[in-house]
């Protein structure tokens, strides 16, 4: 044993290990930094550069075009604004440390550009009908994510033996780092890979969100399909965007009725959604002349604040049941499987609108369900 330890041989060994060890923690921490720097997460992606309603967890809004970066997020305003204080602000930014105080990114087709309608066709179209190269690239990712994990325990379990023959070197004391950076380097929030998500993409779904200030921790259910998930978010779309109600208010005095509040203040007016149903606050009109299209999306618990026209002047809003809705998954999940449209023989059982009674279906399993889901070529209808 002594005449092992002393082998010139297992020495030089030994010392090309270190040298090796060495370099690699140097270009993997370069690597890894270069790679986070440049990484956006596959599922805000989706709505960069579209006009959006950003929804923070106190319930208040945000509204504008969403910029997607590495290490946040922007939503530049409409309209630039100054405050009481004299400072002008053009732009809202978040950043992923702050990830808690998001609550959801909501987007409204019926104020969208034709350039944007037709970008966002093309996300539903990808995600519901997907050809085969993207399936097949998909399955390339789910695969990647198997492995991943068995890879950095192997690379550390391998670490871990040369440190045991080596005791107190360099390479046993940056082992913990050598797998942090492994990690970093390896783990993509925009591969994080579920099964049970996974069987639903493309499919119908209801999102179970929280609602913002709710001292009973209540949350609201969004029907939708499911488009995309990563580690920290998920969203659902919706190809139908069409009102279910118009409501017409003056803005000039508060008011608490069709399921919203309106707080009338000297320059200004809170819009609060009080029901479960989305909320669209369409238009602004004023005197001759004056009118603003705002398309704000309010969920339930959460607030606008708009700047009064002199004068009288009225809002348009809009109830909407389906939008598309990207949320942090501390704030949502993915809690129940859904289908297009009720099954015909049993739309008799059905208990009145509102109600959540379980209703039993007669002559129909959960196996019958699963044959009789639409077609992938039908997945784009909307759900009825």
């Not at 305003?77 to 732009?91: H, L, N």
């Not at 019926?110 to 050809?131: F, L, M």
């Not at 920290?232 to 009102?243: G, S």
């Not at 209703?359 to 784009?380: D, I, M, N, S």
Request: hydrophobic letters at 40%.
């Amino acid at each position: 044993m002594h005449l092992a330890q002393t082998d010139p041989g297992a020495a030089s060994t030994f010392t090309n290990i270190f040298w090796l060890t060495i370099g690699f923690i140097f270009l993997t921490a370069i690597i890894s930094t270069v790679v986070a720097r440049r990484r956006r997460d596959r599922v805000l992606r989706l709505l960069h550069d579209f006009r959006v309603t950003m929804a923070l967890a106190n319930g208040t809004t945000v509204w504008g075009d969403l910029w997607i970066y590495p290490q946040g997020m922007e939503v530049r305003y409409d309209a630039v604004y100054r405050t009481g204080s004299g400072a002008i602000k053009s732009s809202y930014m978040l950043y992923d440390t702050e990830i808690n105080q998001l609550h959801a990114l909501c987007r409204w087709a019926g104020d969208q550009s034709e350039g944007e309608r037709q970008e966002r066709a093309q996300q539903v179209k990808r995600r519901a009908n997907p050809g085969a190269v993207r399936r097949f690239w998909r399955g390339v990712k789910n695969w990647f994510n198997t492995i991943r994990d068995a890879f950095t325990q192997a690379l550390g379990a391998f670490l871990g033996q040369i440190g045991k023959v080596r005791p107190g070197g360099v390479i046993q004391t940056q082992q913990g780092q050598v797998e942090k950076i492994g990690q970093t380097l390896i783990q993509s929030p925009g591969f994080a890979y579920e099964p049970m998500l996974e069987k639903h993409i493309g499919q119908p779904v209801v999102l179970e969100v929280s609602i913002p200030n709710d001292p009973r921790k209540l949350t609201i259910d969004l029907p939708g399909y499911l488009a995309e998930y990563s580690k920290d978010y998920v969203a659902i779309f919706n190809v139908d965007h069409r009102p279910t109600q118009t409501i017409e208010l003056p803005m000039d005095e508060p008011a608490e009725r069709h399921g919203l509040k309106l707080d009338v203040e000297s320059h200004q007016v809170v819009v609060t959604n009080m029901e479960p149903v989305p909320l669209v606050i369409a238009a602004m009109s004023g005197e001759p002349g004056q009118g603003r299209n705002l398309g704000v999306v309010l969920l339930q618990g959460c607030s606008a604040r708009l700047s009064k026209f002199p004068g009288a002047a009225r809002l348009r809003l809009l109830r909407v049941e389906r939008l598309d809705v990207l949320c942090p998954r501390n704030q949502a999940r993915v809690r129940h499987g859904s289908l297009e449209s009720m099954p015909t023989a049993a739309s008799e059982n059905l208990p009145p609108t509102g109600d959540d009674r379980i209703v039993v279906f007669p002559k129909l399993t959960l196996g019958e369900v699963g044959r009789r889901r639409p077609a992938p070529h039908a997945r784009a209808e909307p759900p009825r």
